[in-house]
Every structure is written in structure tokens, then in C-alpha cells.
């Protein structure tokens, strides 16, 4: 199985900061890895997929980027909404799986 | 409006068996491979098992492989998991996911359901 490997696996940031959560995967992916947000106690959402491309109704200051075994989350200015545990997943190969996850906190 | 709502979740002993149900409105469900993910309390998300439109290919991870059995019935909108010889390990809650591509193999998921919590312990 394709083992991804998230960090940090938490973060403190201020409402307005920018932040950058990191993945790599233990062998090249191309470009099929999503980002998903999750808040306490509801289902996961789905921000990013095909790295880079936004999900329809998430707002653009979520970005994704890079290919192959290295890709990036950024969030360019830190909303209140926007504290959370954020996931990666590659989609390349079978078993599906996911980061451990990043949990962004307030400072 | 896309909504996927679990049951059938609860306590179960280990080595027992539950089936979880995944009831789908709002979209055309048979078009849509269909995905289990769980998370154990406190921890990450880990992707189960998922199944194509007309139930033709599955997927399992490896750690629910012959305990573990997803299935679907496309004229009632729904889809199952056959939980056997459950272990401590299994307990989590279990989402009901959609894929988000309909024509590939390969997909993220778009929309999830609330959970179902399954709880394994004596």
C-alpha cells in the first residue's frame, strides 16, 4: 500500500495568517491526491482533488499544488471557519489511503 | 440536494457480525462507484472498501479482506456493509462516501454521510 505521510500533524496559526500543510507519498502518484477538511463530530469535505482543482463551492483561498510525491495544501488567509483537521488521500492505487491528518489550531 | 444517511451501526461482541446500510438520495446512484471510510475514536481517517456502479468490482483494504463484504442494491438506493468476525480494531465510525467521477476507477470522495458508530467490545 501507498503510505502518505502528513505534517505537522498540528499547527497554531491567527485568523489571516497563511498556512502550508505538506504530503508526500511513498511512491509517485502523478496528480490523484485530495484534500478534505474535517470539523469535530461531522463527516469529512472535500476541498482539493486532482491536487490542484477546487471543489465546487470551496472558497479560493484554498489552494493545492505538486505532482508525483509531493503536494501542498495552502490556505492563504486563515478564517475562523477554517480551524479544523485537514486530510490528504491518494486515489492512485488500491488500497486508498490517507494522510494522518493536521489539525489546525488557533494561536 | 446529494444526501447519504447510515444505520445500522451499535455494540456488537467480538467475532460478531453487523450490517451497515447507506441510504442515497438527491443524485442518480446506480452512475456512482460507492465508498466505506472509518475513523477509530480520536484517530484519522482509513478508507474501507469501495464498489462500482453495477457491483462488478470491489476493493477492500487489506486489514477487512474476507471479513468484510461491500454490496449494493441499485433499485432501492442503497449501500451495505457485511461486517463478520469483527475485532476491537473495527470499532470507528463508519461514513458512506460517494465518488466523486462517475466514468473512473480511481476517485476522491464528494459527498459523505453523518456516520454510523460501531462499537466491538464485550
Known amino acids: 500500500a501507498i503510505r502518505i505521510t502528513q505534517s505537522p500533524s498540528s499547527l497554531s496559526a491567527s485568523t489571516g495568517d497563511r498556512v502550508t500543510v505538506t504530503c508526500r507519498a511513498s511512491?509517485?502518484?502523478?496528480?490523484?491526491l485530495a484534500w478534505y477538511q474535517q470539523k469535530p463530530g461531522k463527516a469529512p469535505k472535500l476541498l482539493i482533488y486532482?491536487?490542484?482543482t477546487l471543489q465546487s463551492g470551496v472558497p479560493s483561498r484554498f489552494s493545492g499544488s505538486g505532482s508525483g510525491t509531493d503536494f501542498t495544501l495552502t490556505i492563504s488567509c486563515l478564517q475562523s471557519e477554517d480551524f479544523a483537521t485537514y486530510y490528504c488521500q491518494q486515489y492512485y492505487s488500491y488500497p486508498l489511503t490517507f494522510g494522518g491528518g493536521t489539525k489546525v489550531e488557533i494561536k | 440536494e446529494v444526501q447519504l444517511v447510515e444505520s445500522g451501526g451499535g455494540l456488537v461482541q467480538p467475532g460478531g457480525s453487523l450490517r451497515l446500510s447507506c441510504a442515497a438520495s438527491?443524485?442518480?446512484?446506480?452512475?456512482?462507484?460507492m465508498t466505506w471510510v472509518r475513523q477509530a475514536p480520536g484517530k484519522g481517517l482509513e478508507w474501507v472498501a469501495n464498489i462500482k456502479q453495477d457491483g462488478s468490482e470491489k476493493y477492500y483494504v487489506d486489514s477487512v479482506k474476507g471479513r468484510f463484504t461491500i454490496s449494493r442494491d441499485n433499485a432501492k438506493n442503497s449501500l451495505y456493509l457485511q461486517m463478520n468476525s469483527l475485532r476491537a480494531e473495527d470499532t470507528a465510525v463508519y461514513y458512506c462516501?460517494?465518488?466523486?467521477?462517475?466514468?473512473?476507477?480511481?476517485?476522491?470522495?464528494?459527498?459523505w454521510g453523518q456516520g454510523t458508530l460501531v462499537t466491538v467490545s464485550s
Open positions: 462516501a460517494r465518488d466523486r467521477a462517475i466514468d473512473e476507477t480511481y476517485s476522491s470522495s464528494d459527498s
Open positions: 438527491g443524485f442518480t446512484f446506480s452512475s456512482y462507484w
Open positions: 486532482a491536487a490542484s
Open positions: 511512491q509517485g502518484i502523478s496528480s490523484y
